[in-house]
Nanobody, 123 residues
Framework: QVQLVESGGGSVQAGGSLKLSCAAS????????MGWYRQAPGNERELVST???????TYTNSVKGRFTISQDNAKNTLYLQMNNLKTEDTAVYFC?????????????????WGQGTQVTVSS
């Protein structure tokens, strides 16, 4: 069982920056990826960014060039540096922890979620 605790959310004006953190309670050798999702009111949860255990990042197009995902494996912590924030980035941001599953097929599956942290960007 892995518990995830996010922090770093808050209110900022457009153009500002925030850095989110996600502390995991433990490290699992089956961990294959971690990521950040967000959900705005009335919208479905969407993937923002992921990073594999070997450090390969991915970003959704709307945040490329503005957000940077990183991890500190020694601290079991995931980060999301968000720069040049826009009002459309307003959402609850969730941390996700993916486990490698091997049956019935080999896949990286989101298994644990954090409770979310609110990010509000005003114009």
């Amino acid at each position: 069982q892995v518990q995830l605790v996010e922090s770093g959310g808050g209110s900022v004006q457009a153009g500002g920056s925030l850095k989110l953190s996600c502390a995991a309670s433990t490290y699992l050798f089956s961990r294959c990826k971690m990521g950040w999702y967000r959900q705005a009111p009335g919208n479905e949860r969407e993937l923002v960014s992921t990073i594999t255990s070997d450090g390969t990042p991915t970003y959704t197009n709307s945040v490329k060039g503005r957000f940077t995902i990183s991890q500190d494996n020694a601290k079991n912590t995931l980060y999301l540096q968000m720069n040049n924030l826009k009002t459309e980035d307003t959402a609850v941001y969730f941390c996700a922890y993916d486990i490698l599953r091997v049956w019935p097929a080999r896949r990286c599956e989101t298994t644990y979620w954090g409770q979310g942290t609110q990010v509000t960007v005003s114009s």
